[in-house]
């Protein structure tokens, strides 16, 4: 028999968010993860804060709310508020009722900033890797490290010389037209009046120079986590500095490896790598030249080891350019775009521990 279209709308409801949320579905096992780490950054919330004045948002509702924007690909902060107000997993991740009010977007947009400004991103993530059971997981003694390009949002149209001198727009509203063939562009003559900050860059011969950032993580091998990023300007330079300075602010054993590719392997950063206590496991660029290193390193399995565990960083990588989609930022800037550079690989850490904790308990 036919069902009859009867409107089921009534004026209250006995179901809660989270009985809505599907028993086995993985924000399940990523949350617990998030609260304890919240709890650990309680202090810090507390030095970003004014103790007087009107309540703001929670800053644990405002970092999860953002996660939710990285765990869905979800474009902008106004499709997100959306989003919370109609998705009741959502709410319940969040940690707001079903008759809860949601944040008008400028507001959330500007008690974000705070955020932003008291790195709070990277102290997430720290927080999170001092878990004890996510502890249990790690190595403390054997790592890698490698950076990607990110894409700004910046067109290269804005790329225009800094003396000033630019095309004329031949149509209102229309930038100009102008032709790049044969005129050499360069980051000392040129820069981005969008992001001042991009520059035009590309990684290896044969590809589109584009005017990005480089994102740097450093993962333990033993489980792939990220224990460590940074975002920088596109330089040539800039993921063996980059590499230094996220070791010098490592805290792990006295003796470490570090795993990387043929960009790393230069004279300086095995140098400076060996100064501070690591041994340097980088992949041999021996086309037209001499390696930096030689089989005084190479001829250990340790070393064999590090070259194919370094590979899993690709991951990371993978996960936040498809995934979280990442692969351009929506930000300007080297401190936003930086800022959600290192929330995205926070996410990337819970995806792989909601897995890793979930084999663990088997």
């Not at 924000?27 to 919240?38: D, H, K, S, T, W």
């Not at 959330?108 to 900033?113: I, S």
């Not at 930096?292 to 350019?321: L, M, N, P």
Request: net charge positive; charged share 25%; hydrophobic share 40%.
């Amino acid at each position: 028999m036919r069902g009859a279209d009867r409107q089921t709308a009534t004026m209250f409801s006995y179901l809660s968010p989270e009985a809505m949320v599907p028993p086995d579905h993985p924000l399940r096992a990523i949350r617990p993860l998030v609260n304890a780490a919240l709890d650990r950054l309680s202090g810090d919330f507390d030095k970003i804060y004014s103790p007087f004045g009107r309540d703001s948002i929670a800053p644990e509702k405002l970092l999860r709310a953002l996660l939710l924007q990285v765990f869905f690909s979800i474009r902008s902060e106004r499709q997100l508020m959306e989003q919370i107000t109609y998705n009741m997993m959502f709410r319940w991740f969040v940690g707001l009722s079903m008759d809860a009010p949601v944040w008008d977007v400028t507001v959330f947009t500007k008690n974000r900033e705070r955020l932003l400004a008291g790195d709070i991103a990277c102290s997430f993530l720290k927080a999170m890797l001092a878990d004890p059971q996510v502890q249990a997981l790690m190595s403390d003694e054997h790592f890698s490290v490698d950076g990607t390009l990110i894409k700004a949002w910046a067109s290269l149209k804005s790329f225009k010389p800094k003396d000033g001198v630019a095309a004329e727009p031949t149509e209102p509203g229309r930038n100009g037209d102008v032709d790049f063939r044969g005129k050499p562009r360069s980051n000392e003559t040129h820069a981005s009046t969008t992001d001042p900050d991009a520059r035009l860059y590309k990684k290896a011969e044969g590809q589109a120079a584009q005017l990005c950032y480089i994102g740097h993580v450093m993962i333990e091998n033993k489980s792939g986590l990220v224990v460590a990023s940074t975002l920088t300007q596109a330089t040539g330079t800039a993921e063996r500095e980059a590499a230094c300075a996220m070791v010098d602010d490592l805290d792990a054993g006295d003796r470490i490896t570090i795993g990387a590719d043929k960009a790393y392997d230069s004279k300086d950063f095995v140098a400076d790598m060996r100064e501070k206590g690591a041994t340097p496991h980088v992949a041999q660029n021996t086309k037209g030249r001499r390696s930096a290193i030689d089989a005084r390193t190479t001829r250990h399995a340790g070393y064999g080891i590090s070259q194919r565990k370094r590979k899993r960083i690709e991951e990371v990588f993978g996960w936040i350019k498809s995934a979280a989609g990442f692969r351009q930022t929506r930000h300007r800037g080297t401190g936003r775009v930086g800022w959600m550079f290192t929330l995205n690989v926070a996410a990337y850490n819970l995806v792989r521990l909601s897995n890793l904790l979930e084999a663990a308990a088997a």
